[in-house]
């Protein structure tokens, strides 16, 4: 039986997944592979892959995050040998008392201008 916290992340992964499919957007989890991990979620914003790391905890740790959404969306990229360009990470967290949809998106602004990965890693 999953833990509390493990059932309440898998809960909040699947919401995410069912709020961008109702947007018209292709999304899908990713299985967990532990230290290969690739993200959790996987959806098509045009032809750029974003790559999210999603988080329901109580405590928030953005730097955290950033790392391991970068460090997974890298992986993602290589695993499907996409060029960079392709590829986007970005970190959702759960807002806590708030619908899915307040949730807080959270990229750096070299990704979200479009300088991808290889300017994160700069």
Known sequence: MPSKSKAKGTRFETDV???LRARGFTAQ???PAGNQDMGDIVFLDGPCHVV???????????PRYLRQ????AQRYLLALQLPEEQVRSLVIVKRRMASIGQSYCVTTLDAYVGDGLDAVRS
């Open 29 to 31: 989890r990713l299985p």
């Open 52 to 62: 999210v790391e999603a988080k329901a905890e109580r405590r928030i740790d953005l």
């Open 17 to 19: 997944v069912n709020y």
């Open 69 to 72: 959404a970068e460090a997974e």
